[in-house]
């Protein structure tokens, strides 16, 4: 995922120094993502994220930061998931106690 947007900004990169050296680009055409610090044309942003100044992530950086946040989410209900099986478990094995005291 790195070395695909690591690709990504460096033909962002090499775009943005071909427009600036053909004369149709400026300086201000050149941002700045706030997370990975590269210097990108604003094709790279979405409308939300240039509206929001300097505090702005480009694409992939936002594309990083879901995938991360989805793979915690997964791991988070996984964890749940196995508490639930081993309570059910130690209700199997005893009983006369409820899962909810076996937990505690």
Known sequence: AEALAEREQAAARKKSEAGASAGQSSESDVLTCACCKCEMSPENFSRKQLSKGDARR???CLADADRQ????ET???AV????????ARAAERDPSKSAAEKLA
């Open 80 to 87: 749940k998931l196995e508490a639930a099986r081993e309570a």
């Open 69 to 72: 946040a989805r793979a915690a």
């Open 75 to 77: 791991e988070k209900a």
């Open 58 to 60: 480009c694409t992939n």
